[in-house]
T-cell receptor, first 108, second 115 residues
Framework: KNEVEQSPQNLTAQEGEFITINCSYS?????LHWLQQHPGGGIVSLFM???GKKKHGRLIATINIQEKHSSLHITASHPRDSAVYIC??????????FGAGTTVTVRA | KAGVTQTPRYLIKTRGQQVTLSCSPI?????VSWYQQTPGQGLQFLFE???????NKGNFPGRFSGRQFSNSRSEMNVSTLELGDSALYLC??????????????FGSGTQLSVL
């Protein structure tokens, strides 16, 4: 069983819709990362968080350490948000483990 | 400020050969970590270097090795290539405080094909 589970695997939304991606993990962690990968391979770090909530533009990331769960929300989605979103955790041994990713498609 | 630079962008090798990939971090960043991405296994952590020392290592065979130079540039080497080593290899840099507890900046990757 993977240490990091993401859902859904794929998601299609209409432009303007609110999108939520979930991440659950089974190990003790010191940090959780949300990454965005566009076709062609480039990965951008969106958030790194160890507690609470962070917001950047239309993106919001939350984490509940007790429940070992994090969510990434995209408000007012746009076609340029179409990408693969990957959750990664820094375990207590400082090794990074990755979720399988969520492919998001936003239609105009 | 220049981003993380990986070279080469594409590489084709045959089984049994060895390969060396290069990663130049953002200026001032002292930590470099390496990752393998395949369609079947997704992203997997290879190793992390800080101040020329390997600070952490993932679960890969000894054929995968790396090093870091005094200017923080890092190289990754894969010896005796196997077909299953075909993958996108990514490196990321960070300032280098707590390992992998900082925001990571990724390079564009090296796409390795083993024939």
């Amino acid at each position: 069983k993977n240490e990091v589970e993401q859902s859904p695997q794929n998601l299609t939304a209409q432009e303007g819709e609110f999108i939520t991606i979930n991440c659950s993990y089974s190990v003790g962690i010191s940090a959780l990362h949300w990454l965005q990968q566009h076709p062609g391979g480039g990965i951008v770090s969106l958030f790194m968080l160890s507690s609470g909530k962070k917001k950047h533009g239309r993106l919001i990331a939350t984490i509940n350490i007790q429940e070992k769960h994090s969510s990434l929300h995209i408000t007012a989605s746009h076609p340029r948000d179409s990408a693969v979103y990957i959750c990664a955790v820094t375990a207590n041994d400082y090794k990074l483990s990755f979720g399988a990713g969520t492919t998001v498609t936003v239609r105009a | 400020k220049a981003g993380v630079t990986q070279t080469p962008r594409y590489l084709i090798k045959t089984r049994g050969q060895q390969v060396t990939l290069s990663c130049s971090p953002i200026s001032g960043h002292r930590s470099v970590s390496w990752y393998q991405q395949t369609p079947g296994q997704g992203l997997q952590f290879l190793f992390e270097y800080f101040s020329e020392t390997q600070r952490n290592k993932g679960n890969f065979p000894g054929r995968f090795s790396g090093r870091q130079f005094s200017n923080s540039r890092s190289e990754m080497n894969v010896s005796t290539l196997e077909l299953g080593d075909s993958a996108l290899y990514l490196c990321a840099s960070s300032r280098g405080g707590a390992p992998t507890n900082e925001k990571l900046f990724f390079g564009s990757g090296t796409q390795l094909s083993v024939l």
